[in-house]
């Protein structure tokens, strides 16, 4: 009998595929072989600091408290500028340019301060070996490279070798070689050491700690750490010998410093261990890369099991968009949905109306407007249907929302009895499909994709192909009313509006398909004749917030001639006219509100409508006053940002009726302590607003650039002195911008009108402009502190001899004097390669070793300017100057105006109750969705269920019970058990396991009393 198990190959026990992984491009950024070798180089790090080195790092500290509380401020502000990006992937490039942006200016500034040598790392030389190093190396790798494809292109190597290597991946090989050699450098340097040793000594002590009688000597060894290091340094990195041992390369390697006992006859002939480090390196990758294109390695071994199990894991999942970043200075989207919004309003608004051509254009069959009606629901003895509003933002919440409605039924315990929701017959979308703006992409990955990932549409379904006859049924369906799937009907909202309701005729008028459900619909607004004498009038506002003329003739036409008088009407809209007018305090919707009161007079029941992205219900008061509307409710809880509640919980009146407030989601408590995320978590939530808000606070300081009489502020011996002087000098900064800058106080004039414009109309005019001066107050005081503090760590440094001592090129110089001296060159290589590459290869490490040196640069020319006047400065050294102080003062304020700007959102939000979309758009709430489920029972009363999860997955796996259940070739999705391909990847977050009742009411068809119903959990 056979064994079960799988034979295991010489392959796959020796583990080749970690071999294969060393320095090539299998992964995708960041790459698993520069993962390790970082560990490997920062546990190197680690390990080499000694236990002396780090007791005088402690006394240094003593001695030193303003170096170290220098160190403190400028590394906490690096931190908090790099923060939003930690943990994020290469997507977007500006997550990217930042690490590398803040890794560059901070090694700049780092290595110009002092106590570095204590822990027994020289920045100036390490940085300087660095891009030595890994300049060499991208120039050696280049060549190489080259070398490789002419050599495929003669046939001489197998086609495989073909394909061009990826630049990244050289860049990034190159960077992690050259900080290991700079590891190495840091704490074993570039000795040579002599071979008067026997070989027996020399390598001894190799395995030495693993012989028992000498582990306790290791053991005490590791207690002294410096003592374990020169051990390390001596035998485990021992050079390769002397250049006499290989002729061929004696001019072809660079030599190390010469290490005895004693005097040292001669000079070093031993090969520098930097040198012997970097190509050993350097021969790995390329050993590497040519076994692999050249024997077809990458062919016959792809990947080994577990990988292709971690690469099949997660291309199975979601690709969701992430919530759009409305603060975002970079965002294409944001600036195109402005220009479609000022076009629209401009063109389509009032002068070319989409709704007056579908009027034109709408088909009339024996008096009835078949293209605006639709009755296919009429016959039923009950009726189960959905809405929604406000979808196509982030895709995990919209997702969240589509996989609910698409399950079969949703199972809730009320008490000791079990209630049964189905799926709907009918669902309703209240417009804002997609965000910022409606184009191609955003339909499609922002609404269609949730859905269809939810409920699949049929197989013979081409979603590329317009749909020319609407209906388009399955075979087999001959009229609508035989279809038995669901079926969704959707009304634009404003920003469907923005491209004049281009992208909405295309995608929801000219297609039959949101997922599983059938869209019948040919016009942007409609009439639904439900059973049991109820209907639903879904109007299209536009961007101006009420129906037009050709709206208003059908359904007022439809009212006379087809409502009875004992129907009940549901008017959906877009737009909560009757929160909106009274937070505005204006008048909205006269055509809708004519239509209501003087057509349905009292037989509209409910108005439902999204737009506010929260969940509210308001409930009439009797009263001996008419009531044209019993119930208005608001949910726009679909996908997008969520929309606070507490700001409306002061409204109770519409059209002359009293109302109260039955039900909120989130409560008005939650809401009011969810606006503190805009202080803490501005910037996290919205980092791309850096490129507006730290250009702003340049603009209001520039100006004050430089401060030359700093020595008041450093002389004083106390604390508190510290404190009032420095606040002094800033006051005086802040009199001198309005006295005598212009630059700077052009800014703060331009930033005042644009925060006084800020401020929402309901404010008065008085108190708009004393918000908008305390707002613009509070970011002139921020950029003027974080001036001064950048002036004060500059002249500190200028004090003792730390900058502006040299000049430009400072650490190029610097090396090429040391360079000589620690890593000697007999032979003259370097000065044949300057030969070869015509002065290129100098001059790149020249420019590069100087773009370290920008606190140089600025405090040698704020020096000139302070004893010469900016008179002397010619233009481009003015350039220079400032985009040096840009480059820092950037990285200081950007944290620092997320913050202020945000603190200024929560007090407006909670204080005056303005900013409701400013204040919640910032924090890019996925979670606290909800949609709501209607039935229309056999007695004709209405049951209203609001569904919620208060929070939503982030990750998602494939759903083993949709993926296993066994599925006919032409079989309706909405016929399947299962039918969303993706679930929760923890299966108690999953929202089919969190959804609950959060509002449950019945309103009855005739005048009896409302009945109220418990609110469920759920089973």
């Not at 990826?166 to 190495?184: D, M, W, Y």
């Not at 009304?491 to 297609?511: A, E, Q, S, V």
């Not at 208060?950 to 016929?975: C, F, I, M, N």
Request: one cysteine or more; charged letters at 20%.
């Amino acid at each position: 009998m056979g064994s079960d198990k799988q034979s295991i190959g010489l392959l796959d026990t020796l583990k080749m595929e970690r071999v294969r992984t060393i320095l090539t491009h299998r992964y995708p950024y960041p790459h698993e072989h520069s993962r390790h070798a970082i560990i490997a180089v920062v546990v190197g790090c680690l390990f080499f600091i000694s236990s002396d080195n780090m007791h005088t790092l402690i006394q240094k500290l003593d001695n030193n408290i303003k170096w170290w509380s220098m160190y403190a401020c400028l590394l906490g502000f690096f931190y908090f500028f790099s923060s939003p990006f930690i943990g994020k992937t290469i997507k977007p490039s500006y997550s990217n340019f930042s690490r590398w942006y803040i890794a560059w200016i901070l090694v700049a500034a780092l290595y110009h301060l002092p106590s570095f040598q204590s822990m027994g790392v020289d920045m100036r030389m390490n940085l300087s070996l660095f891009l030595t190093i890994y300049i060499s190396s991208i120039l050696f790798l280049l060549v190489f490279h080259i070398i490789f494809l002419g050599l495929w292109y003669l046939g001489l190597v197998a086609r495989v070798a073909g394909k061009r290597p990826e630049i990244l991946t050289i860049v990034q090989n190159c960077a992690v070689l050259s900080i290991a050699c700079c590891v190495f450098y840091s704490h074993c340097g570039n000795r040579a050491i002599l071979k008067e040793r026997p070989f027996e000594r020399k390598y001894s002590s190799w395995f030495s700690f693993w012989k028992k009688e000498e582990r306790n000597t290791w053991l005490a060894k590791f207690l002294r750490m410096n003592e374990l290091k020169d051990q390390v340094c001596s035998s485990w990195f021992a050079p390769v010998g002397s250049a006499s041992d290989y002729p061929l390369l004696s001019k072809w390697v660079i030599y190390g410093e010469l290490a005895c006992n004693g005097s040292c006859p001669g000079s070093s002939e031993g090969i520098s261990p930097i040198y012997s480090l970097w190509a050993t390196f350097i021969g790995l990758y390329i050993a590497n890369y040519v076994v692999e294109r050249s024997s077809g390695w990458a062919l016959a071994h792809p990947l080994s099991v577990e990988e292709y199990k971690k690469l099949k894991k997660k291309q199975l999942k979601p690709d969701f968009l992430d919530m759009v970043p409305w603060y975002s200075g970079t965002s294409a989207d944001l600036f195109k949905t402005v220009f479609d919004l000022l076009v629209s309003v401009t063109v389509f608004v009032g002068r070319f109306d989409m709704r007056m051509m579908q009027a034109a254009m709408n088909k009339v069959e024996d008096g009835a407007q078949k293209d605006l009606l639709y009755d296919q629901f009429s016959e039923k003895e009950d009726l189960w249907f959905d809405f929604m509003a406000d979808t196509g933002d982030g895709g995990n919440s919209s997702y969240a929302v589509a996989r609910l409605l698409a399950q079969p039924s949703i199972q809730l315990t009320c008490g000791d009895s079990e209630h049964v929701l189905p799926r709907g017959d009918l669902l309703l979308i209240g417009g804002d499909l997609a965000y910022p703006n409606p184009s191609a992409f955003t339909y499609e990955r922002r609404l269609f994709c949730p859905f269809e990932y939810a409920l699949q549409p049929p197989m013979w379904y081409k979603p590329e192909l317009i749909a020319v006859n609407k209906p388009e049924l399955p075979c087999g369906v001959s009229e609508l009313k035989q279809y038995d799937g669901p079926q969704c009907f959707i009304i634009p909202g404003n920003h469907d509006w923005f491209d004049g309701l281009n992208t909405f005729m295309r995608y929801i008028c000219h297609k039959s398909w949101l997922g599983g459900w059938l869209m019948p619909q040919k016009k942007s607004y409609f009439a639904l004749q439900l059973p049991k004498r109820w209907w639903v009038f879904g109007l299209d506002l536009a961007l101006h917030g009420d129906i037009d003329v050709y709206q208003f003739k059908f359904f007022s036409e439809l009212v006379k001639d087809k409502v009875g008088v004992d129907d009940c009407v549901i008017i959906m809209t877009h737009e909560p006219s009757w929160l909106l007018d009274w937070y505005w305090n204006d008048v909205s919707g006269k055509n809708v509100t004519h239509l209501i009161r003087d057509y349905l007079k009292g037989r509209c029941k409910l108005r439902m409508s999204g737009d506010l992205h929260h969940y509210m219900r308001h409930s009439y008061v009797k009263s001996d006053n008419p009531v044209y509307v019993q119930h208005l409710l608001v949910n726009g809880c679909g996908g997008a940002f969520l929309h606070p509640t507490h700001v409306f919980s002061n409204f109770n009146k519409f059209c002359g009726t009293s109302y109260e407030s039955k039900a909120a989601y989130p409560s008005f408590e939650d809401s009011s302590r969810i606006a503190l995320g805009n202080i803490l978590k501005f910037r996290k939530k919205n980092w791309q607003f850096d490129f507006i808000g730290g250009i702003i606070y340049f603009i209001l300081a520039f100006s004050m650039f430089p401060q030359c009489k700093l020595d008041h502020i450093l002389q004083d011996d106390s604390f508190s002195g510290h404190l009032r002087r420095f606040f002094s000098t800033v006051w005086d900064a802040f009199i001198y911008v309005l006295e005598h800058s212009r630059v700077s106080l052009g800014g703060v004039l331009l930033l005042l009108m644009a925060a006084v414009a800020f401020v929402p109309s309901k404010v008065s005019r008085k108190k708009r402009v004393i918000i908008g001066f305390l707002h613009v107050s509070a970011h002139l005081a921020a950029a003027l502190i974080l001036m001064l503090m950048l002036e004060l760590g500059v002249e500190t440094c200028i004090q003792h001899k730390l900058l502006a001592t040299s000049g430009y090129h400072t650490l190029y110089q610097w090396y090429r004097t040391v360079e000589s001296e620690h890593f000697p060159d007999p032979t003259g290589l370097r000065a044949r390669i300057e030969q070869w590459t015509f002065g290129l290869y100098p001059a790149c490490i020249k420019y590069l070793m100087s773009a370290f040196d920008v606190p140089e640069v600025m405090a040698v020319t704020r020096s000139n300017i302070c004893k010469k006047g900016m008179e002397s400065l010619s233009r481009g050294g003015a350039v220079i100057y400032y985009a040096s102080v840009f480059l820092y003062f950037w990285v200081f304020s950007t944290p620092v105006v997320s913050l202020v700007f945000g603190s200024y959102l929560y007090i407006c939000i909670n204080w005056f109750h303005i900013h409701f979309d400013e204040a919640f758009s910032s924090l890019r709430i996925a979670n606290y969705k909800a949609f709501t489920r209607f039935h229309i029972n056999r007695d004709g009363d209405l049951e209203v269920f609001t569904l919620a999860v208060d929070k939503v997955p982030k990750e998602w796996k494939l759903d083993p019970d949709w993926d296993g259940e066994p599925r006919q070739p032409q079989q309706a999705s909405h016929l399947r058990k299962f039918p969303s391909k993706w679930s929760a990847a923890t299966a108690h977050q999953d929202p089919v396991s969190t959804v609950k009742v959060v509002d449950h009411f019945v309103i009855q068809q005739t005048d009896r009393p409302d009945i109220g119903a418990s609110i469920c959990d759920i089973h």
